[in-house]
């Protein structure tokens, strides 16, 4: 392998394993300059950009087209049709051909030292996540990471993971063994989430207590910080929102009681009894449900950054509420 001199200085060496960094685009010309120079100045000497775009309609494609002619580690595919964010990052990783596999928003900033920190930190994990600073619109800070927010820490059981999942894409990176047992993704959850539940499947995921990331958060965000919904889905009749979410955990449910191996007892019968509690909202599936999330809270809401009595009272809330 011929080394090729990068612009940050740095080299391509045959022992640096190829990261591919896969960029999903949808009218995002605003911040997209911003994102792709912070990750052209990436310290890891060995990385492919491949940019998906689904059908933008602004100057998205031609400023991509314009970074690909001066720099050729970026490669731009442009779809027919729109496929949505979580089936374009799919089309993007399967274009794609590194070692591993870290996806990229289009609004976001990069610090220099992302990949080839969280490439130390992934060990033989299938996934490793690092934390994210919250910035406005104008990437200033707005005093608070993630981590102060939600309980940040490595996973090993997909019961953690089941419920709640606060692993974002851009603080992700991921083997292409994980994509593959992961594939193909599902439209009822977001791909990191799925994701994040495969890689404890398969080992773990490992945390690296690091911010790494100014996570932008502004007005176009598909979801915000903490899996806020967009304005579209607040803006739905509360009794249709309300029968949508439940279709979708249903559905959610289900693919995880199935990805999870009959060797896994535990984890095999939480699922199962999980899936059959959200079956409908009969008193008796409701009582079901508070039952299964009261034995259990300490694994279903590992996440939370909750005291203890706050859990126990979310799980009398699955009377009226789904998760």
């Known amino acids: 392998m011929t080394d090729a001199p990068r612009p940050n ?62 720099e050729p580690r970026i490669k731009v595919f442009v779809n027919e049709t729109n496929l949505g964010f979580i089936k374009n990052f799919e089309k993007g990783i399967r274009l794609s051909t590194g070692h591993w596999i870290s996806v990229c928003d289009q609004d976001d900033y990069w610090f220099p030292e992302k990949i080839a920190n ?101 007005a176009s965000n598909v979801y915000g910080v903490v899996g806020g919904k967009s304005k579209k889905h607040d803006r739905l009749q509360r009794a249709e929102r309300k029968k949508r979410e439940l279709r979708r955990i249903r559905i959610r449910m289900n693919a995880f009681y199935q990805a999870v191996p009959d060797s896994m007892v535990p984890q095999k019968k939480l699922l199962g009894a999980l899936v059959r509690s959200y079956r409908d909202f009969s008193p008796l599936n409701d009582i079901r449900r508070v039952a299964l999330f009261l034995a259990n809270y300490k694994l279903l809401l590992v996440v939370k950054r909750y005291p203890g009595w706050r859990k126990i009272l979310f799980c009398f809330k699955m009377l009226v509420k789904i998760k």
Request: net charge negative; proline share 5%; aromatic share 10%.
């Open 118 to 218: 969280m490439v130390r930190a992934i060990g033989d994990q299938p996934m490793v996540y690092c934390d994210s600073l919250l910035c406005g619109a104008d990437l200033q800070p707005l005093g608070k990471k993630i981590s102060d927010i939600v309980h940040y820490q490595s996973f090993d059981d997909c019961r953690q993971l089941c419920v709640f999942s606060r692993m974002y894409g851009h603080a992700t990176l991921v083997t292409r063994a994980l994509f593959e047992k992961a594939s193909p993704f599902i439209p009822e959850m977001p791909h990191d989430g799925w994701m994040a539940f495969h890689a404890t499947l398969l080992g773990g995921v490992a945390y690296l207590p690091e911010a790494l990331v100014k996570y932008r958060q502004h």
């Open 9 to 70: 200085g740095s080299q391509a060496r045959s022992e640096d394993p190829l990261v591919s960094v896969v960029l999903g685009t949808y009218n995002g010309e605003t911040f997209l300059k911003e994102q792709l120079d912070s990750v052209l100045a990436q310290t890891y000497p060995n990385i492919e950009i491949i940019a998906v775009d689904d059908g933008s309609t602004d100057a998205t494609v031609s400023i991509l087209n314009e970074y690909a002619q001066k």
